[in-house]
């Protein structure tokens, strides 16, 4: 079966002239099946770059990004979203539920865009919402759930179907401790279930619960040379110091 994510290479450039920012200088990352990658690293060191590069919603200047086995960054936009509807899912800070729709609504949004039948869709968005602990408030709106149950809705929408690549973007910034390790609970254990997991995060308590972390610098992993992806950077304490 193909990796879920392997990035060669890739380099990203913001701007031009004057203005250029190179926000990735040149990364190398694979992230394996069952495998949950922590991402660290100081503000504008490229961490949302290289999530955005990753699942396709930006397109790298040089390099390549192999999403289960296609490379996106050589594909158009129409299926580089089509890679990212089937394969990939994201969960942001910014929730982003539509107000109108139920929470199932919501969960099962993504599965008819991509010519998923209703009641197939609805299927899966309920034992999405289950798998977060929320089957009993389906019905209910955004508005009418708390912001940790949004959240979680927001996580059911990320895993609905069978997502390969999980990508996390500071999934718990705005809340408080006990509903961010229910979050980061949620990821890991996707990911134990076989998919590969990326998440962004400044806090390094969350970053335990990754596999490994790697550390951004200035658009590159630190200690990462050629040919290296970062592992085992989490020997480094100064680093792990640095950034908590
Ligand atoms: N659309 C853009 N246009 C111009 N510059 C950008 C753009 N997006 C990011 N940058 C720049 O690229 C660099 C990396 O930004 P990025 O958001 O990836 O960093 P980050 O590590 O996620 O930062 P933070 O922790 O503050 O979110 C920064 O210098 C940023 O200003």
Redesign the pocket.
Known sequence: MNVPLEMKGVTQV??RGANE?H?LRGIDLTVREGELVAVM?P???????LLNVAGGLDTPTSGSVHVAGTDIARRGARERAAVRRRDVGFVFQDLNLVPALTALENVALPLELDGMRPGAARGDAEAALAEVGLLEAADRFPEDLSGGQQQRVAIARALVGPRRLVLADEPTGALDSVTGDAVIRLLRARVDAGAAGLLVTHDARYAAWADRTVH?RDGLVEGGGPGSDGAGLDESGELQGADA
């Open positions: 913001h701007g920012v926000a690293g503000s504008g060191s490229g961490k949302s770059s951004l």
